[in-house]
């Protein structure tokens, strides 16, 4: 009995974050799905609900919104990440701050992040001020707004914020982690940089790469709190919370739980074929 016992102790670590899991994300996924297949009176309309969200016009536009915006936050994010990544490999004066300011701005949460980005960069922020008080803008107001607008661009520029310096770490620490054995010799024969970038840096990073870009895509695919905050157009989870919210008991009521399970299984299909297409380029190279 206490062998038992002291095995079920040894084993409850490793079970503890999956009941976690079980609990906070199965569980509420399979309701999602037993709700999305549901009328709001409780009758069985099987897809019903999903071809009714992809014939709505909102529906399309958040769509092509949150896609729009994922796309451009996927390719500025991993290129400056990568060029960051590379820059702090080299030992140079600063890098010890520079490291560490990264690390300060990975534990920043998202709404603080939007919070600050609006007092710093907002037609009425200090660098609006700042501008105006040199004289280089007349006004406060001359200064570009890129907050509460339908082209997403403060959305893009907080998520950006955010998500560059975890990326920059991840990569980092990957270079830190193999030799630099092959670049030396190669600088040593006379091979430029460029070539020695793409040839021998890009291929060790490319497996941390994918695994990013998974993170990233659907991270920003299934965001909430900054498309609301700073956007003023709907992407598709605030799309899904507004109709949940204002829809009542409607055919838009449950029309919100085929939108949020539309953007699970964008999300994790397309996570599956980046790391599947990561994975089998590994094996193969």
């Known amino acids: 009995m206490r062998m038992k016992l002291r095995s079920v102790i040894k084993i409850m670590p490793v079970l503890i974050p999956s009941l976690i899991t079980l609990t906070f994300f199965i569980w509420p996924l399979c309701l999602s799905i037993e709700e999305s297949v549901h009328s709001f ?12 969200a992809i014939n709505d016009p909102a529906f399309v536009n958040a769509f092509v919104y949150t896609l729009r915006i994922t796309i451009i936050v996927l ?3 991993m290129i400056s990440s990568i060029i960051l990544a590379v820059a ?15 690390q300060t701005d990975v534990a920043i949460p998202s709404l603080a992040c939007a919070t600050m980005m609006i007092l710093f960069l907002s037609q009425s ?23 509460f607008k339908s082209d997403g661009v403060g959305v893009i520029v907080c998520i950006v914020w955010l998500f560059v310096p975890y990326i920059t770490l ?8 193999v030799s630099n054995e092959q670049d030396e010799q190669a600088a040593t024969l ?10 021998i840096t890009l291929p060790t990073l490319k497996p941390a790469i994918a695994y990013s870009s998974v993170l990233c895509f659907a991270s920003v695919f299934s965001a909430f709190e900054l498309p609301s905050l700073v956007g003023d157009k709907h992407s598709l989870v605030t799309l899904a ?4 919210n204002t829809a009542g008991f409607t055919p838009g009521h449950m029309e919100a739980y085929s939108i949020a399970m539309i953007v699970t299984i964008i999300s994790l299909t397309v996570s599956f074929v980046l790391m599947y297409y990561s994975l089998t380029r590994e094996e193969k190279s």
């Open 170 to 177: 991840s990569l980092l620490s990957v270079l830190h982690s």
């Open 241 to 244: 919370y507004y109709y949940y």
């Open 41 to 52: 009176s409780g009758d069985f309309v099987g897809l019903q609900n999903y071809i009714d």
């Open 125 to 147: 922020g200090f660098l609006s001020a700042v501008l105006n008080n040199l004289g280089i803008i007349n006004r406060m107001w001359d200064f570009p707004n890129i907050f």
């Open 190 to 199: 006379g091979v430029w940089k460029i070539r020695r970038f793409f040839h």
């Open 88 to 102: 702090l490999r080299r030992s140079f004066i600063g890098k010890k701050l520079v490291i560490f300011l990264l």
């Open 75 to 77: 390719i500025i994010t």
